[in-house]
């Protein structure tokens, strides 16, 4: 997120928006939650972020990045099938996702199937 602190553009800010929250959770689990300088005086440093705190570019980013990392291969798993990981997602609504974020991705999924297959 530091590396967007000179904001010169809508594209700068909305970078440090998802760098800053894209793996914060829909029930506030996630983190880092908010920055020290917003947080100050809460004695921890760190206030959780849940729902519509988060902004909708994280959340749309932080499903994408998980979608991607369970249909990706990587040293540690295989690539999931697209099945397996809408169940994930499925599973994951309205807790680790944005709800509607989730019923906007199911709308499309033939098209991410298809940018799939096409780099894969």
Known sequence: ???FTSI???LDRMSLEI???HHERWDGAGYPGCVPEV???S????????GEEIPITARVTALADVYDA???RRVYKEAWDDERAFAIIRKNSGTQ??????DAFFQITDVLSAIREKFQ
């Open 1 to 3: 997120a530091r590396l």
């Open 8 to 10: 010169t553009s809508e």
């Open 19 to 21: 760098a800053l929250n």
């Open 39 to 41: 947080a100050e005086g």
């Open 43 to 50: 004695g921890h440093g760190v206030l959780q972020k849940k």
């Open 70 to 72: 369970l249909c990706s």
């Open 97 to 102: 996702f944005d709800p509607e974020v989730v």
